[in-house]
C-alpha cells in the first residue's frame, strides 16, 4: 500500500458529480430518482456516457467492461468532477480493475468515490492505492431512494463529514480499542489481504450462514487477520443467524470487534470512509475518525 492520502474536500452546493455504473445494469427510474435527490443537494449531477448499457450477452453487467471502465477514469481524470458515484452493485467491479489506468489514477487529484457492496473491488483497488473513499448506499437502488437517513448519512459525509460513527444497535463483541486504517468491506469481494494495522470492515448479504463460515475460515487459514488491529461488523441481511459463527471464527483474533455497526446492506446505513486513520472502541462501540478532509 501507497502513502495514504488526505481525504478530500468535503463538497459544496454547485459542485460537479459523475454517477457510474460499474457493474450491474441500472433501473432507469430509480437512476432518476435517485440523481434528483443529488440535485436538491445543490450538486451538478451528470451520469456517465455507458451508465444505461446492458452487455449484449452478460446481461448481469451493465455494458462491456471496457465502457466502464472508461466512465469511471473519465470521470477520475477530469478535474471539473468532485466525487465519482455508483448507481449499484450486483456483479462486475472486479472485471473492471485490469482496464483500469492506475498511474493516471493515482497521479489525479483526490476526489470523493462512493459506492458498497460489489464495489468492494474498487474501494480495495483504490485504498491499496493509498486513496481514501466512502463506503456508501448506492444512489440509483431502493436502499438509497426509499431511505431517508441513508440519504442523510451519506449527505453528510460527503458536506459534513461525522468524526465519531456508531449504529443505534451497535454492540461489543470482544472488548477493548485499537487505532488503523479502515478497509474492507463485503465479504464476498475480499481476494487482497489488508495492509499491516487495518481495521477491517466487514457484512454481506444473501449467503448463507456456511457460505460465510467458509469464507472467513479461507481467511483465517491464509493469515488474512494476523496484523488487523480490529474488526467492525456491518450487516448479515438475509444471511441466517450469524451470532454464533462470528464468536467461533472471529473472538478467538483477541481483538476489539463491534457487532451491528450499521453500514452495508441495512435500512438507514452509515456511510463508512475507507482507507483513513480511526479508532475502534468496542466498550462504547464507536468508530472515532482521527484525520479530517483538507479544506
Sequence with gaps: MTHPRHRPPPLRAGDRVTVIAPAGPVHPGLLAAGTAILHTWGLDVHTAPHVHDTHPTLPYLAGHDTDRAHDLLDAWLDPDVKA??????????????????????????????????????????????????????????????????????????????????????????????????????????????????????????????????RMITTLLRTHWFDTTTAIALGSWHHCGDTHHLIHDRLTPLGIPIIGDLGFGHCPGQLTIPLGVHVELDADTATLTVLEHPRP
Design 84 to 213: 465519482v458515484i455508483s448507481a449499484r452493485g450486483g456483479y462486475g467491479t472486479q472485471r473492471l480493475l485490469q482496464h483500469l489506468d492506475w498511474t493516471a489514477i493515482t497521479a489525479a487529484p483526490t476526489k470523493h468515490f462512493t459506492g458498497s457492496s460489489d464495489t468492494t473491488a474498487l474501494h480495495t483497488a483504490f485504498t491499496t492505492a493509498g486513496i481514501p473513499t466512502l463506503f456508501a448506499p448506492m444512489i440509483a437502488t431502493t436502499a438509497f431512494v426509499h431511505d431517508t437517513q441513508a440519504q442523510q448519512h451519506l449527505h453528510r459525509a460527503l458536506f459534513d463529514p461525522p468524526t465519531v460513527l456508531t449504529a443505534p444497535h451497535a454492540t461489543t463483541i470482544t472488548p477493548g480499542r485499537a487505532r488503523g486504517t479502515t478497509t474492507g468491506g463485503t465479504l464476498t469481494l475480499l481476494d487482497t489481504p489488508p495492509p499491516p494495522g487495518s481495521i477491517v470492515l466487514l457484512e454481506d448479504i444473501d449467503e448463507d450462514t456456511y457460505r460465510l463460515d
